[in-house]
């Protein structure tokens, strides 16, 4: 047994490790038994001095996350065998070999059990964002694991975790291939094409976690006028012309991404007069529009990215929903969106609830969406599901 760090617990905060949970808060902890820096790999015990798991150390709220319940001295071992596990899964529902899809989240964190590591594959390329320094720490590995997995399969590696790990560590991270190759801009999702930025663009390149929800929002477009609102790069526009909707607005203050969506679309159907593009901030374009619309999506930004910020985003969603109700026709349906991890299904509801009561409408629910199964949470570990979605009919 190799010697490492040892955590020691407080007695009785070893049951949610016990229960599987994947994190260690600072204020469980009773002692540290050694120096530790963050993104060391640690064991910790409880204060009965028990084994419990092996992470990163990360010295914030969260102080560990876990890699494994069981000791080992072989941490490649293990990353390569979760990189294989996470594919397999992929191949098992039937994304890692279809025809109609060349684009899917490959490993998504705590759901395929490599907390702090998101990997997302777009025909060939694998855009990896490190969300912990101790994930970055293993960075060789898990290029290699990756390599050994998809063999072939992999054409080129990006990094893109300037914008995800501290900003303490900017100095030593760049946006970088980390394995050379031709870098495909245009991925197949549903039969639908799409031109990507993998290197410069919003997460990794697409919203590949709408998927599902795209490929519903098109079955429910045919003949109907769609307002897609922070609409990125047109991904649920195209889906609603696919869908035969006579008029599709798309509403995004990038310039960039709307330069893209007019593209996705003409990469679709050609020069197709049911669209219209407008880089104008959303509120803006709400404020100042008579337009009345069929369909509405709403698919912010994180409007919470930490606990503090919940309920100036609660209130957030309450004013834009609200706005929508009041604007869409009688009969006509929103898709409302939440991906901020800190805001829970129930809160997203009760905001959705006093923007309804604020505009006066009757609104039954549909759908309860959520992000596809290449997005898996871990039963036990809940915090995982951060996309919330409810599709509303309003009377």
């Known amino acids: 047994m190799s010697e490492r760090i040892k955590i020691i617990l407080k007695s009785g905060k070893e049951q949610s490790l016990k229960r599987y949970h994947p994190w260690i808060f600072s204020g469980a902890i009773k002692e540290i038994k050694g120096a530790a820096a963050e993104g060391d790999v640690v064991d910790v015990f409880s204060n009965g001095d028990e084994f419990l798991a092996t992470g990163h150390y990360a010295g914030g709220s969260i102080a560990v996350r876990i890699l494994s319940f069981e000791h080992s001295d072989d941490l490649t071992s293990i990353l390569h065998n979760r990189i294989l596990a996470a594919f397999q899964y992929r191949q098992d529902i039937g994304l890692a070999d279809s025809k109609d899809n060349n684009v899917y989240r490959l490993i998504n964190a705590e759901g395929d059990g490599l907390p702090g590591l998101v990997v997302d594959y777009y025909d060939g390329t694998a855009v990896i964002q490190f969300h912990s320094y101790g994930m970055y720490r293993e960075k060789e590995k898990i290029t290699e694991g990756l390599k050994k997995t998809l063999g072939k399969k992999l054409k080129t590696v990006i990094d893109r975790s300037e914008s995800t790990l501290p900003s303490k560590y900017a100095p030593e991270t760049k946006d970088e291939k980390t394995v050379k190759g031709i870098v495909s ?201 951060y996309l919330k979605g409810l599709v509303l009919y309003v009377e």
Request: proline fraction near 4%; hydrophobic fraction near 40%; charged fraction near 20%.
């Open 185 to 385: 801009n245009e991925v197949i999702e549903n039969g639908n094409r799409f031109i990507v930025d993998l290197e410069e663009g919003q997460k990794t390149g697409f919203y590949i976690d709408q998927r599902e929800n795209r490929k519903l929002l098109g079955a429910l477009s045919s003949s109907r006028s769609v307002l897609n609102l922070f609409g990125y790069t047109g991904g649920f526009s195209v889906y609603a012309i696919r869908g035969g909707a006579k008029l599709v607005h798309t509403v995004d203050s990038s310039a960039t991404a709307i330069a893209l969506a007019i593209q996705n679309v003409q990469l679709n159907f050609g020069e197709n007069l049911s669209h219209q593009a407008f880089c104008e901030d959303v509120s803006q374009f709400l404020q100042k529009t008579r337009d009345p619309y069929d369909l509405i999506i709403s698919d912010p930004p994180a409007f919470a990215k930490h606990q503090r910020a919940l309920e100036n985003a609660l209130q957030g969603y309450k004013r834009l929903n609200a706005r929508i109700f009041e604007m869409i026709k009688p009969g006509g349906i929103v898709l409302t969106f939440s991906c901020s991890q800190v805001v829970s299904r129930e809160n997203f509801r009760k905001s959705i609830f006093a923007a309804a009561a604020n505009a006066s409408r009757r609104i039954k629910i549909m759908h309860q969406l959520s992000q596809p199964p290449d997005h898996p949470v871990s039963i036990y570990h809940p915090e995982g599901e």
